[in-house]
């Protein structure tokens, strides 16, 4: 398996413009999260999926932020307008959760977004 | 909410020394693990736990699923340079979460050669 594969790796973009950050999960896997990660707040869940349904968005910052999972092979993450203070590196995971248990999360590489 | 504390924040040793960490929660958990990242990565998993008192190795790390539930530990024995990176323990409850991890802060390791 590729493991989980998020596109593109760095993204320099613009403040104001629209930002979209994509990400295919392991095969199988039915739980999805995306996660921003900064020196100063470490790793912050945004939202997570189970079988393509938003379960918890409850992280998102802002309502400039909005995420699809429109089928279990592809999820996206989309930031609009993006702001300087977006700058950070967002991380997709997929995990399996089956019969009450998780089996740990497989992170992807990341997307380094800076906003100038 | 749940928080887990992790400790220490940072650690600077000596090539061929032992390292010792350790997580602590305010509520318990069913599954705990521990991760590395490596710079410019994303985290990995080292070693998964599925029950309180389990000790599990995967080569020179050894961790511990605490008895209470609420803690566990993650030693490296031997360091080499290849160890530095960024250390988190997770766990998981149980419930609807859907597999949902609650994250420590991190450990950050150095190794000096």
């Known amino acids: 398996d590729a493991g989980v594969i998020q596109s593109p790796r760095h993204e320099v973009t613009e403040m104001g413009q629209e930002v979209t950050l994509r990400c295919k999960p392991i095969s199988g896997h039915n739980s999805l999260f995306w996660y921003r990660q900064t020196m100063m707040r470490g790793l912050e869940l945004l939202i997570y999926f189970n079988n393509n349904v938003p379960i918890d968005d409850s992280g998102m910052p802002e309502d400039r932020f909005s995420a699809k999972m429109p089928n279990a092979s592809f999820s996206t993450l989309k930031i609009q307008p993006s702001e300087p203070r977006d700058s950070a590196v967002y991380f997709c995971?997929?995990?399996?959760?089956?019969?009450?248990?998780?089996?740990?999360?497989?992170f992807g590489s990341g997307t380094r977004l800076t906003v100038v | 909410g749940q928080q887990l504390n992790q400790s220490p924040q940072s650690m600077f040793i000596q090539e061929g020394e032992d390292v010792s960490m350790n997580c602590t929660s305010s509520s318990i958990f069913n599954t705990w693990l521990w991760y590395k990242q490596d710079p410019g990565e994303g985290p990995v998993l080292l070693i998964a736990?599925?029950?309180?008192?389990e000790l599990t190795s995967n080569g020179r790390l050894t961790a511990q699923f605490g008895i209470t539930r609420k803690d566990s530990f993650l030693n490296i024995s031997a360091s080499i340079p290849s160890d530095v990176g960024i250390y988190f323990c997770a766990g998981q409850s149980g419930g609807t979460s859907y597999g949902k991890l609650t994250f420590g802060q991190g450990t950050i390791l150095t190794v000096h050669p």
């Open positions: 995971a997929s995990s399996l959760y089956r019969s009450g248990r998780g089996y740990g999360y497989t």
């Open positions: 736990l599925y029950k309180a008192g």
